[in-house]
């Protein structure tokens, strides 16, 4: 990390670059498993995907140019012998960028123009810029020249396959401007010179990071990348997306799945309280009519085949606790009503006829997609949702109350009361908790991280039940932290998503349940492996529990704002 205002230095090959607000980022991810050589303008509107590539140019042979590419969160530099291109954003939908020695070259990602799919180039003789149109992503990306010169244009007006762009360069300082907008705008006149741009941008991210952590020091070194993370993946309200928006990643995970979101807003909560509690609510805004949440929300779609745990009980606890100004009456009543409606769900469409525990219908539903928990039957009654839906009936007991509903705190409590001990009784075998199968019947056990889960109970477990559970989740401590599967399981899988993988929300709802069961040693430590983690690994979706490499996905915004929960909170205790 650099010890100026302008930010970390991050590697593009991870992390796109983008900015706050800003459907689309710069970047050569373009779909999951596929980089390109260059950089490209990669949108997420109606999905992800390429329109534009980026390309310096040797101006004397007008081949690629070799370059470095540097960037931090206000710039984006291409470097080469002969010069540099840099890029800044100016507002979350223009992007400036100023050339030195090489040339550029602007072409559309794709080269196959039909009815339906591809992007058309022309230029635009009422706005004298040139104008990229993708059926992909439905929108227009103009690109105006406020100095230099076009020396090349290709496929202005083509159909079917051709190449299809422009090239810029001059002897002194070239630059444009590239806008994603709709349909029409005003001719691009340009306010501010490049360097104000940029200034504009670190300063804006610089204020970000003072307030979402106030608290970095040396101890907490991927603090501002985290924030990063966090800033450039978030989007302004378009499409379904009706608030304010940190989607998981601007690569290929660009949705807000409901679960992930929790993680998100408890990390942007003191510091950004207004953008927290729309992260905790965007998925309830899209609660269907017998209460369930959508499995994921993005731009242009809303996913309902599954669902995802209901850990919100358990989050807001944390969120209202964690918000600088405690919610209001009006706001309280909100999450109540949404509450009730969640949780109802579980108790009446995930119960079988005079069962007392709720199951899961997939392992999708559980987040913990694939998790040998699964493997003989996948609708399955499990410890882990029994837990989390004690945790929200104890919340919704607690907001009754606040709300002057005695009665239905009562009935809450009594509710979470008779749900603990049906998990105890039923699913409780004296070592270990058990999965049954919500039809069969028949009972198992893995060797699933997922199965000790119900530690997330914490004060409300029995103490000699918590400690069983805290020596099984100790043996799942490797190096960099907890792995999924146990490594000595036949099961185990050095990239097996939910078989081995160390991921960040099962890391912080386990700390947290050992810390209020008074497990602080073992709680101390799995925080302090995850944390080292990520200052050496990065904010990757998950990763590899015996190597600690980053997997799948490498901008990660949950992984980033579990990283800023728990260093927060090393910083404020010092364990």
């Known amino acids: ?59 004397s042979t007008g081949e690629r140019a070799e370059t470095r590419v540097e960037a931090t ?68 990306y103009r690109v105006t020249v406020l100095s230099g010169t076009v020396t090349h244009t290709y496929g202005d007006q083509a159909l079917g396959s051709a190449d299809r762009g422009l090239t810029v360069a001059a002897h002194s300082p070239w630059e444009i401007a590239v806008e994603e907008l709709d349909t029409a705008r005003t001719p691009y ?40 993370v966090l800033w450039s993946a978030t989007v302004r309200p378009a499409g379904l997306v009706g608030r304010p928006a940190v989607l998981m990643s601007k690569h290929w995970m660009d949705k807000v799945w409901s679960w992930d979101h929790c993680f998100n807003a408890l990390a942007l909560a003191p510091g950004c309280p207004e953008l927290a509690w729309d992260q905790y609510h965007l998925p309830f805004d899209h609660q269907d009519e017998t209460g369930a949440l959508p499995d994921s929300v993005t731009h242009s779609e809303i996913l309902h085949n599954f669902v995802k745990p209901p850990i919100h009980g358990w989050a807001f606890s944390h969120l209202r606790r964690r918000l600088p100004t405690p919610p209001d009456r009006t706001q309280l009543a909100e999450t109540y009503a949404r509450l009730e409606r969640w949780t109802h769900f ?98 198992w056990h893995s060797s699933s991280l997922l199965d000790l889960m119900p530690i997330v109970l914490g004060e409300h477990l029995p103490a000699e039940m918590s400690a069983v559970l805290a020596d099984r989740i100790a043996a799942h401590l490797t190096p960099y932290g907890l792995a999924t599967e146990l490594p000595t399981s036949p099961h185990y899988l050095s990239d097996g998503y939910w078989r081995g993988p160390i991921w960040a929300p099962a890391t912080i709802l386990i700390e947290d349940g050992l810390r209020r ?7 101390a430590d799995i925080s302090a ?9 990065g904010f990757a979706e998950n990763f590899d529990a015996l190597t600690g490499s980053g997997l799948r996905d490498r901008a990660y915004t949950w992984t980033a704002g579990s990283y800023l929960i728990l260093a927060e909170a090393h910083a404020g205790r010092g364990d």
């Not at 002969?82 to 939908?93: K, M, Q, T």
């Not at 069961?517 to 709680?523: E, F, K, M, T």
């Not at 492996?529 to 690994?537: D, I, K, P, S």
């Open 517 to 523: 069961a008074g497990h602080h040693r073992l709680a």
């Open 529 to 537: 492996r995850f944390r080292a983690l990520c200052e050496t690994h």
């Open 346 to 443: 579980w108790l009446t469409a995930r119960r079988a006829p005079g069962a007392a525990l709720p199951h899961y219908q997939h392992g999708n539903d559980s987040g913990w997609d694939n998790a040998t928990t699964f493997s003989p039957e996948r609708v399955v009654v499990t410890a882990d949702l029994a837990a989390f839906l004690v945790l929200q009936l104890h919340e919704l007991a607690y907001l009754a109350a606040q709300l002057d509903k005695p009665d239905d705190a009562r009935r809450w409590t009594r509710t979470a009361e008779t749900t603990q001990a049906a998990m105890l009784d039923e699913l409780w075998a004296g070592d270990r908790f058990l999965a049954r199968g919500a039809r069969s019947g028949e009972t």
């Open 73 to 140: 969160p206000g710039l984006l530099s291409w470097i080469s012998t002969a010069g540099r291109v840099d890029l800044a954003y100016e507002s979350p939908d223009t992007v400036r960028l100023r050339g030195t020695g090489p040339a550029l070259r602007v072409s559309a990602a794709a080269r196959t123009l039909t009815p339906f799919s591809g992007t058309y180039f022309f230029h635009d003789a009422a706005t004298d810029a040139y104008v990229f149109t993708s059926y992909e992503t439905g929108r227009r």
């Open 189 to 228: 006149t340009s306010t501010a010179a490049f360097g104000k741009i940029v200034e504009a941008a670190r300063n804006a991210f610089a204020g970000f990071v003072d307030t979402v952590a106030p608290w970095r020091s040396s101890a907490t070194p991927a603090a501002e990348l985290a924030a990063y």
């Open 1 to 59: 990390m650099t010890a100026d205002r302008s930010g970390p230095v991050f590697s593009v090959q991870d992390i796109p670059f983008s900015t706050y607000g800003s459907w689309f980022g710069i970047s050569p991810v373009l779909a999951e498993k596929t980089r390109a050589e260059d950089l490209h303008l990669v949108s997420h509107q109606n999905g992800m995907h390429p329109v534009l590539s980026l390309v310096p140019l040797d101006s």
